[in-house]
Nanobody, 121 residues
Framework: VQLQASGGGLVQAGGSLRLSCAAS????????MGWFRQAPGKEREFVVG????????YYTDSVRGRFTASRDNAKNTVYLQMNSLKPEDTAVYYC???????????????WGQGTQLTVSS
């Protein structure tokens, strides 16, 4: 599956933004999807995993309650709604896919290009 993330930008602290990740190929609905992020000078960090159906999600602690992942299998798209944004959310955000069922951070093997989110204080 090929992935392309979009929707990044510059947002003030406390604001909201929604990222999208469009997938090509017929395997999207059978893939567990995820979002990761990488801040300058830091390692890539898992943000959320979402199951094939979209029913099951797993968030890293720092975004739980503020970010919401969803997917539309008919549109081959996964979303990340980000609310109450903080300057520490500033990073390049990547979407990823894996064939396994687990929604945790391991096993993602298809990656899209990143989209930059900058949160100003």
């Amino acid at each position: 599956v090929q992935l392309q993330a979009s929707g990044g930008g510059l947002v003030q602290a406390g604001g909201s933004l929604r990222l999208s990740c469009a997938a090509s190929g017929r395997t999207f609905s059978s893939a567990t999807m995820g979002w990761f992020r990488q801040a300058p000078g830091k390692e890539r960090e898992f943000v959320v995993g979402i199951s094939r159906s979209g029913i099951t999600t797993y968030y890293t602690d720092s975004v739980r309650g503020r970010f919401t992942a969803s997917r539309d299998n008919a549109k081959n798209t996964v979303y990340l709604q980000m609310n109450s944004l903080k300057p520490e959310d500033t990073a390049v955000y990547y979407c990823a896919a894996k064939p396994s069922l687990a929604v945790g951070p391991q096993g993602f093997n298809s990656w899209g290009q990143g989209t930059q989110l900058t949160v100003s204080s």
